[in-house]
């Protein structure tokens, strides 16, 4: 089940809201929560239920383990013992095939590499579980002492398939007390409607535009004009800000429905002046959790500039590898781990001077191009894209098939482009700027907000019941 279609929206979490609001106890709606998101996650599989309620067996013992231990050295076995056993499980459901492959290329053993379907979601409640165990290791939070408890945490339907990535110490009132309050449900609802159009209209016809070009095989690829793959490239860049930052708008909305307050994960990041800015704006919960739990232990900036450089590369090697199973990832992650390392330590004073109206778009191209490495998790059809990128293929600069393509979604592509600037943001808060000064103002804003999510969801409901094309590009974490 996932939040872009109807029997998610129309049933599942209306169902789960009633429940919220007809139960009056934190306890009794922690319940409600928790069934429901058991059922949530055991509907694609219920077999790999069995694998969060152990992995949060073993989070919930260890956490106890090194909140009663009294020596230093026996709360880090605790720690170290954790954190392990959840990389071990980890690794062997996301990354066996993928370093059995690896060998097998270089070596040609094994012969027969097992097929393992990965669990979805298992990268998000793993980094949930061990930021948890290691706050509780830091004195940051107390163990929690009832396993449901934690369990709830983990396996909350809102976050728990797609993110962000939520610390234990961030809802840790809210699920001991929270209670929704009527302008928490409307910002909700607004937030949720805004997420779920940006999915269903915005998100898969982007990525519509980009498969057309990008979902072919290697002929038809390499004979796609430059400008063919520049335009399906441009359209994957839209594609995935508004799929991923929609989905974390979602989860925020639903929070809010329900008195769970999720922290801020998309930040309009295609108007980012740096690629360190980039990385503080786009996929915030995912950064954070990278620098304090990995670039900071590793001894962040604190070392001599190799050491820094060092252990930025194993950062963004890790990055890269936790987005995905394949080479083509880590190539992604290593690429942003040299243009960050370029910036801050050969760049830095010279972009200083470098006038915003360059900064950006550079930026952006830059980005753009990494989604191409992103997107092609094949090498050969990687190399096709990108010699046709610089129309090595023999492919031209343009042809019918792209002026066509171009023509028929330029609206389109506008407005999804816009979508991704905080211009709709700056609107509605001068919309409400204004309603505090004049009456009129104050009925339309009003009158907005009511209408605005009703349409959204509307729109949203026909995009969903008209096209059955809704990618869903979370089954890789």
Known sequence: MVFASMLFVFFFLTANLISQLVLKTARGKNIAMLVFSLIFYSWSGPRYLFLLLGMVLICWLGALGIQRSRGKRERKRYLILTVALCLVILGVFKYTGFFLGTFQSLFGVPETIPTIVLPIGISFYTFQLISYVVDVYRRQVRAQEKYWVLLLYASLFHQCIAGPIVRYQDIRQDIIRRRATLGEISRGISRFTVGLAKKAILANGCAAIADAFFEVGPEELAAVPALGILLAAFAFTLQIYLDFSAYSDMAIGMGLMCGFHYKENFNYPYLSQSIGEFWRRWH????????????????????????????????????????????????????????????????????????????????????????????????????????????????????????????????????????????????????????????????VNGVWEALHPVLLLILSAMALAGDSYNPFLYFQF
């Not at 995912?286 to 190799?306: E, M, Q, T």
């Not at 394949?326 to 960050?340: D, M, Q, R, S, T």
């Open 284 to 443: 915030i919960s995912l950064g954070s959790f990278f620098r304090d739990y990995v670039y900071i232990p590793l001894g962040g900036n604190r070392c001599p500039v190799p050491r820094q450089i060092l252990n930025l590369f194993v950062v963004w090697f890790l990055t890269g590898l936790w987005h995905g199973a394949n080479w083509n990832f880590v190539l992604w992650g290593l690429y942003f781990g040299l243009l960050i390392g370029l910036e801050r330590f050969l760049l830095a004073e010279k972009l200083e001077r470098v006038p915003v109206a360059v900064k950006i778009p550079v930026v952006f191209l830059l980005v753009l191009f990494s989604w191409i490495l992103f997107k092609f998790t094949d090498f050969s059809m990687l190399g096709i894209a990108l010699k046709g990128l610089f129309g090595l293929n023999g492919n031209g600069l343009t042809g019918v098939d792209v002026g066509l393509a171009f023509k028929n979604n330029l609206f389109f592509l506008i407005f999804s482009a816009v979508a991704a600037t905080p211009l709709g943001m700056t609107l509605r808060t001068m919309l409400k700027n204004l309603s505090r000064r004049n009456q009129v103002w104050f009925w």
